[in-house]
């Protein structure tokens, strides 16, 4: 079945950058999507980047996939504070003409001044 | 615009009893879905809909019920909590069933069943 996997944590000194890495098993994948979960909220969507596509930049938010290796990063440049939360890269799974999407288990970021 | 709405935010119950986890958006979504969110354990689908009168298994459907009569309401019954249901149950809501990755969360419902 699908599996996404992350590593639980991270810290990161403010104004570094951060790297946050996702390794997924299904090959057939249509989408693969950042969320970001603050502190008693729920997920919020960051980005996402479509299979055929190696690389995609949103300001401070740079995407990298290898497709060979089933790897998704996300990095955040110039760290802030408030990028403190939990992290969950998710992969869409089709089934009967329904995308579903599997979660990771979440990559705590802990930004220290 | 509200966007996803859950109540209650907070809930404790015993062992056997029944409850209703309430979930409401306003954007006129086409696909809801239901998530439990355990330590360690990511996110798990529980139940989903892809419109008023549609409802499917996830991938962690038992003890739990859903019904969609309308486009805007997707409750989630527990119809005899168990110890194993605590957990922080999220609804979430999308455009349209093909575009299930770009998620509206609500604010999430923590359950604690004794």
């Known amino acids: 079945g699908e599996d996404v996997e992350q590593s639980l944590f991270l810290s990161v000194r403010e104004g570094d950058s951060s790297v946050i890495n996702c390794t997924y098993t299904?090959?057939?994948?249509?989408?693969l999507y950042w969320y970001k979960q603050e502190p008693g909220a729920g997920l919020q969507l960051l980005t996402y980047i479509f299979s055929n596509m190696d690389m995609k930049q949103d300001q401070r938010l740079t995407v990298l996939l290898n497709k060979k290796d089933k790897h998704l990063s996300l990095r955040i440049a110039d760290t802030q504070t408030g990028d403190s939360a939990i992290y969950f890269c998710?992969?869409?799974?089709?089934?009967?003409?329904?995308?579903?999407?599997?979660f990771g288990t979440g990559t705590r970021l802990q930004v220290f001044p | 615009n509200a966007g996803v709405t859950q109540t209650p935010k907070f809930q404790v119950l015993k062992t056997g009893q029944s409850m209703t986890l309430q979930c409401a958006q306003d954007?006129?979504?086409?696909?809801m879905s239901w998530y439990r969110q355990d330590p360690g354990m990511g996110l798990r689908l529980i139940h989903y809909s892809v419109g008023a009168g549609i409802t499917d298994q996830g991938e962690v459907p038992n003890g739990y019920n859903v019904s969609r009569s309308t486009t805007e309401d997707f409750p989630l019954r527990l119809l005899s909590a168990a110890p194993s249901q605590t957990s922080v149950y999220f609804c979430?809501?999308?455009?349209?069933?093909?575009?299930?990755?770009?998620?509206?969360f609500g604010e999430g419902s923590r359950l604690t069943v004794l």
């Open positions: 954007m006129n979504h086409e696909y």
């Open positions: 299904d090959s057939s994948s249509t989408y």
């Open positions: 998710a992969e869409s799974a089709v089934s009967y003409n329904t995308d579903k999407l599997i």
């Open positions: 979430a809501s999308s455009y349209e069933a093909s575009r299930t990755g770009e998620l509206f």
